[in-house]
């Protein structure tokens, strides 16, 4: 809310905040980490890293990292791949299993008698451990790992976790919410959520693993693991954009700002806009191979890229 973007690192985290950058480092109080996933939860960021989780404040002493936890007794600081914090809890996917806390008092935290584990050793429906993605979404926890989606049931006298059976023996490797939907991007397929229920984005026409996607109401667009961009409009098959405009067609990802416009991010070439029915390759470039792209509130536009850090597009200014 207050506008600032974070951003996790290689030992360290960032903060932009009006075009500026702020960097904390992990090394002389953490060592150094390999920082992996983040949860905002207002005046605090909670982070998975390489070794364990972390509570960084954004207020005390400007920011500051706060403590890191010890969540199980067998490997007191597991990789912490994913966090999500819904109602009173934080949920970390874990190489040892989905843990859970009450996050109200960190204090509390500290000890691994705080916090609650899940694996396939007590959840055997799990199959598999590392846990690699963990959602909150219309009061539903979903959790992803290399064999596929499950739903957290608290219903019955001990919690279990309900494989989704479309992503049955899938492994999932993205989710995201776009507006009122999550999509869940598993090995081959995407699979899209609203009002609790499920139905298999149909991706006949893509020759590979769709890796990206969005759609701007009407139309639907995915980025190709084997690159090429494809658009399906309702539920007919995705077919590949024309040859127009696209060099290469090698995507990146796929953005939709707030206003519906459209945007692929191609892997060496740079920003290309979708106008009037055509692609239209801009002149915009982050001098590196871009690998993620993502769409603010405001109407910008924010690039990963691959050992060059992050840039803001704004208009035609980008801004590293």
Not at 227 to 254: K, M, S
Request: aromatic share 8%.
């Amino acid at each position: 809310a207050s506008g600032d973007v974070w951003v996790a690192a290689a030992g360290r985290l960032a903060r932009i905040r009006d075009g500026n950058t702020h960097q904390f480092v992990t090394g002389p109080i953490l060592g150094d980490r390999r920082l992996l996933s983040l949860a905002d939860d207002d005046s605090q960021l909670w982070i998975g890293c390489d070794s364990g989780l972390i509570l960084f404040s954004k207020i005390n002493d400007g920011g500051q990292f706060e403590n890191r936890f010890r969540i199980t007794t067998v490997n007191q600081f597991p990789t912490v791949r994913d966090v999500a914090s819904a109602g009173d809890s934080i949920w970390c996917a874990t190489d040892n299993g989905l843990a859970v806390a009450d996050r109200r008092d960190p204090r509390q935290l500290v000890s691994p008698a705080a916090w609650t584990i899940y694996s396939s050793v007590t959840n055997p429906e799990l199959v598999t451990v590392p846990v690699s993605q963990v959602i909150s979404f219309e009061t539903r926890l979903y959790v992803g790992n290399a064999r596929g989606l499950f739903v957290l049931d608290t219903s019955g006298a001990s919690p279990q976790f309900v494989p989704e059976p479309l992503a049955a023996s899938t492994s999932v490797t993205e989710m995201t919410v776009v507006r009122d939907t999550l999509f869940v991007f598993a090995s081959g397929r995407v699979i899209s959520i609203s009002s609790g229920v499920s139905s298999l984005t149909n991706t006949n026409g893509v020759p590979a693993g769709a890796v990206a996607g969005a759609n701007n109401g009407s139309v639907s667009w995915l980025g190709g693991l084997r690159g090429g961009i494809y658009y399906r409009t309702g539920t007919a098959d995705f077919v590949e954009y024309p040859f127009v405009g696209l060099p290469e067609n090698v995507v990146a990802d796929v953005a939709v700002t707030t206003t519906g416009q459209v945007h692929a991010w191609l892997d060496s070439r740079g920003l290309a806009r979708y106008q009037n029915g055509d692609w239209a390759v801009t002149a915009l470039s982050v001098g590196s191979r871009a690998t993620k792209l993502h769409a603010d509130p405001t109407g910008g536009l924010w690039a990963g890229t691959f050992g060059q850090g992050v840039y803001h597009v704004d208009g035609a200014i980008v801004t590293q």
